[in-house]
Nanobody, 116 residues
């Protein structure tokens, strides 16, 4: 499985960004896709997840209401809409796919920088 993330960039506080991640390869056995992020000097942290079977979603509590994860089954893509961005959202954002056999694959990070 290969993952290609895009959409990162430099924005100002209060702006919005939309990240996208396209999966290719063994995508028929997707269980879920989602995002983690890693700020400089920090550990990678969970952002959001969406299940492929029923589109149910899980968010990191502090991001609820500002971030929205969605999927496009036909294109095997997952998107992360980020609104009202804050400087503390600055991080490399990594998409991942969790297969039904438990395997997890990661894409390369896309950098989001939010200036104050």
């Amino acid at each position: 499985v290969q993952l290609q993330a895009s959409g990162g960039g430099l924005v100002q506080a209060g702006d919005s960004l939309r990240l996208s991640c396209a999966a290719s390869g063994r995508t028929f056995s997707n269980y879920a896709m989602g995002w983690f992020r890693q700020a400089p000097g920090m550990e990678r942290e969970f952002v959001a997840l969406i299940k492929w079977t029923d589109s149910s979603t899980i968010y990191e509590d502090s991001l609820k209401g500002r971030f929205t994860i969605s999927r496009d089954n036909a294109k095997n893509t997952v998107a992360l809409q980020m609104n009202s961005l804050k400087p503390e959202d600055t991080a490399a954002y990594y998409c991942y796919v969790l297969l039904t056999n438990g395997a997890t694959y990661w894409g390369k990070g896309t950098l989001v920088t939010v200036s104050s």
